[in-house]
């Protein structure tokens, strides 16, 4: 019973290999943006956990919209 009810949840805090395939980077990508200081973490003894809203507004921040280019009609 309380395997079925942990299997409905879903994870707040996500593993670097977790969180790299939730943003679609590699696991070095996420180390490095952690190592950076440009992605938030939770240091627990050796482990670093990511926080699933931590990543969901860094790709919030880095999203870049399209700009129209004023070249784009000359081909």
């Given at each position: 019973m309380r395997k079925?009810?942990?299997?409905?949840?879903?994870?707040?805090?996500?593993?670097?290999?977790?969180?790299?395939?939730?943003?679609?980077?590699?696991?070095?990508a996420v180390r490095?943006?952690?190592?950076?200081?440009?992605?938030?973490?939770i240091r627990t003894d050796r482990r670093v956990m990511l926080d699933i809203r931590d990543l969901d507004s860094w790709i919030d921040t880095n999203r870049v919209a399209e700009e129209s280019r004023s070249d784009d009609h000359i081909l």
């Amino acid at each position: 019973m309380r395997k079925q009810f942990l299997k409905k949840i879903s994870p707040r805090l996500l593993t670097v290999r977790e969180a790299a395939e939730y943003i679609g980077r590699t696991e070095t990508a996420v180390r490095e943006l952690v190592w950076n200081g440009k992605l938030a973490h939770i240091r627990t003894d050796r482990r670093v956990m990511l926080d699933i809203r931590d990543l969901d507004s860094w790709i919030d921040t880095n999203r870049v919209a399209e700009e129209s280019r004023s070249d784009d009609h000359i081909l």
